[in-house]
């Protein structure tokens, strides 16, 4: 499940990305192009640390982003993004190391971003230092904890991201509180967007998507409750695809569903399952991989 939540808080920082400079960097909207768009560097990523796959190690936590200034020029800079959960070890030479080798690569500015996931207690370094004998290098990187701010901080925030890190928050509890009181807690951030009026109905449908896959619930019930408040809370203010949406995320955990039993339970290959169940290919081999098949 950890795996699974690290790769859904990946992609919705991508989706949220302009949301995410503001709520990092109050001074976005003077430095950046944003209209100029971002491009996602995983590939770069992946050939700048090589080591780590034969290591059997994983990407999927690692953000590059380039994205561009507004300065008149296509000068631009690279954003690297750290999503940390519990471990800390060597994770400030880690983020040193991944600066020298960008530089090295790109010769670009870099604007390193450490976010930690883990609980209140977990370690949150924010900077690397060697010294011998007279030579002595610190590098310092912005680093920030979901829980820095409180529930109604974020909640307050005029930034729509601020609702990703509140669910990150409260992945926290989902295995320590009833599931009745996560269903409440994942209606809050719901209404929160939806009464915000600051997202269109694409992005409604896939944050909706996001928060009901993050902060997954088994109970039918509560799941129910949660489908008919959003109908509630989107009558009269949205087009009817707010509903449907509600459907259609209702039939895609029919499918996972569907395809996690063929992997259990069959040989079928992966290309077979997905053209079974119609999903992509990928999906059935992410879920393949979080199954340890």
């Known amino acids: 499940m950890r795996r699974k939540n690290d790769i859904l808080l990946k992609s919705a920082f991508e989706e949220a990305f302009p949301d995410l400079l503001r709520f990092f960097f109050p001074e976005t909207d003077s430095i950046f192009d944003l209209s100029h768009g971002f491009e996602f560097m995983d590939k770069e990523l992946n050939e700048l640390f090589p080591e780590l796959e034969r290591k059997g190690g994983s990407r999927f936590v690692d953000m590059l982003v380039k994205t561009y200034l507004k300065n008149g020029t296509e000068e631009w800079i690279l954003i690297h993004l750290e999503i940390q959960g519990e471990r800390t070890d060597n994770f400030a030479f880690r983020m040193f190391q991944y600066w020298y080798r960008i530089y090295d690569r790109f010769e670009t500015d870099i604007i390193a ?124 203010k949205h087009a009817m695809g707010i509903i449907e949406t509600i459907k259609m995320i209702t039939l895609e955990e029919g499918k996972m569903d569907f395809v996690k039993s063929l992997l259990l339970d069959t040989d079928f290959d992966d290309q077979k399952i997905a053209a079974l169940c119609k999903v992509e290919e990928s999906e059935v081999k992410q879920l393949r991989q979080d199954l340890a098949l």
């Open 113 to 236: 971003l450490a976010v930690f996931t883990g609980g209140k207690n977990q370690k949150r370094p924010n900077h690397f230092l060697k010294s011998f004998l007279g030579t002595e290098i610190r590098y310092k990187y912005n680093a920030y904890h979901i829980l820095d701010h409180t529930e109604q901080q974020l909640l307050s925030m005029e930034n729509p991201f601020a609702l990703i890190i509140l669910a990150a928050q409260k992945a926290l509890l989902a295995d320590k509180i009833p599931e009745q009181e996560l269903g409440e807690q994942r209606l809050t951030i719901a209404r929160a967007l939806i009464q915000s009026k600051k997202y269109d109905n694409e992005q409604i449908r896939r944050f909706l998507y996001f928060l009901k896959t993050f902060l997954h619930i088994d109970n039918p019930k509560i799941n129910i409750k949660f489908d008919q408040e959003i109908d509630i809370l989107t009558k009269n």
